[in-house]
């Protein structure tokens, strides 16, 4: 989903009377531009509506928060600034998660999201993506993750295109297989039609 940040403060406040902005790190860094351009200090929040709630609760004209506009209409606060963020790509994913897998019917522009565990053996993260390759299955996202603070054990999540019943990805997990000591399909969904606006 597109993701757009928002200067947010009490009634009555201006943008030239915030000095300070809260927010959740991450806001903080995606707006630091419109920030230095103001003279507004960052100022770290446990999230972005909890900014939202404190900086109402604060009742200070000069202290604003990042936030969503419907965090502003949620605890009473005036838009001052819409759309702060730096670069007009800014993008995050959600998803829906369930206790017990359901099955999700084939069709185009399906992605796939795995976990796996490599073997620790020379060469096998290599190895195991070879069949990625080889079977024509195109990777979008591949991440890894020490276990438990081992150097001999890394856990891997990938999301690849495709749907494991398709062919080319259903040989690339067979020999993804091979080559891990754990392998899991978290999950089989249709791509995002927001995705294609960003190519």
Not at 18 to 24: G, I, N, R, T
């Amino acid at each position: 989903m597109r993701v757009h940040v928002n200067l947010l403060g009490v009634k009555g406040a201006r943008i030239e009377d915030v000095k300070v902005a809260m927010s959740h790190t991450v806001l903080l860094g995606q707006s630091r531009g419109f920030l230095a351009e103001h003279g507004i200090k960052s100022e770290i929040g446990a999230d972005t509506a909890g900014s939202a709630k404190h900086v109402a609760e604060l009742g200070d004209t000069s202290v604003a928060a990042l936030a969503s506009e419907l965090a502003g209409k949620l605890y009473g606060l005036d838009l001052l600034a819409r759309h702060v963020e730096d670069n007009a790509h800014n993008t995050t994913r959600f998803l829906v998660t369930a206790p017990e897998p359901r099955s999700v019917p084939r069709q185009s522009n399906m992605i796939t999201t795995l976990v796996f565990e490599v073997r620790n053996l020379p060469s096998a993260l290599y190895k195991a993506m070879g069949g990625f390759a080889t079977n024509g299955v195109n990777m979008l996202k591949l991440e890894s993750y020490m276990l438990n603070g081992s150097f001999t054990a890394t856990q891997f999540y990938a999301d690849v295109e495709g749907h494991p019943e398709d062919e080319g990805l259903k040989r690339a997990l067979e020999e993804l297989d091979y080559f891990t000591s754990e392998m899991r399909v978290l999950g089989t969904y249709p791509a995002a039609k927001f995705r294609k606006t960003l190519s």
